[in-house]
């Protein structure tokens, strides 16, 4: 499967599949195959919230430190 462009691309495919799995015509194989493509798409997401929980960390860690180096400065 294609890797989607971003993640809201990524959730959107996962409420079509959503919205697929709950149709009444979907048959047993149909279901199985779009299981498998969403589980492949929550990696994807899961991947790229944990990706951007390490920068915004990154972010934290340099501005916790531009303000203790700015605390010093004022002593």
Same mark, same amino acid.
Do not use: G, N
């Given at each position: 499967m294609a890797q989607p462009k971003n993640i809201e691309t990524a959730i959107l495919q996962l409420?079509?599949?959503?919205? @697929? +799995?709950?149709q009444e015509e979907t048959g047993l194989a149909d279901a199985v195959k779009l299981y498998a493509k969403?589980? /492949?798409?929550?990696?994807?997401?899961?991947?790229?919230?944990?990706?951007? @929980? +390490?920068?915004?960390e990154e972010i934290d860690r340099k501005l916790d430190s531009a303000q203790t180096?700015?605390?010093? /400065?004022?002593l």
């Open positions: 409420d079509t599949i959503l919205s @697929q +799995m709950q969403a589980a /492949d798409l929550i990696v994807y997401c899961d991947k790229q919230l944990a990706d951007t @929980q +390490m920068t915004i180096e700015d605390d010093q /400065d004022d």
